[in-house]
């Protein structure tokens, strides 16, 4: 699948996979200078790109497991959401979950985006709901024996 990809900064890298069946396509910091981001604080750090993905397509922004798990550092939102009709720049709010300040160094990789196909809904009210066995247990209740 074609993505069609524009540079808003020269110096901004286009993703990259690390193998050849990686889901994932690294995102790198575009940025003047590193960045020091301080325990519990958040800061944007652009990739320096914007894309086109075509109908129905969205990238999700998830967490290189390296850097979340190493160092702590982490998408803020969790998971990003791109949606297709979006052309502004992509960026990447990266928090720190760690107790130790962490630096983002120019054109280290951030983050990994997944494009996938999406399914939109036509949600509708209704009074019930059909039975299952499983019925309202949730968080955890599949686990209980």
Not at 24 to 31: E, N, P, Q, R, S
Not at 60 to 68: E, F, K, P, T
Not at 80 to 107: F, P, W
Request: glycine share 10%.
């Amino acid at each position: 699948m074609k993505v069609r990809l524009k540079k808003l900064n020269e110096r901004a890298i286009i993703p990259t996979y690390g193998s050849e069946y990686s889901a994932g396509a690294d995102l790198y910091a575009c940025i003047d200078n590193d960045v020091v981001i301080k325990p519990g604080e958040t800061a944007f750090i652009s990739t320096g790109l914007a894309m086109e993905l075509s109908e129905g397509y969205v990238a999700l922004i998830y967490a290189r497991s390296g850097l979340a798990c190493k160092r702590g550092l982490a998408p803020a939102n969790k998971v990003g959401v791109v949606d297709c009709d979006y052309r502004g720049e992509i960026k990447v709010a990266l928090h720190n979950h760690s107790s130790e300040a962490q630096t983002v160094s120019v054109g280290e990789r951030i983050a990994q985006m997944v494009v996938t196909p999406y399914i939109k809904c036509d949600f509708e009210e209704a009074s019930e709901l059909s039975d299952t066995v499983r019925g309202e247990g949730g968080f955890g209740s599949t686990g209980r024996k």
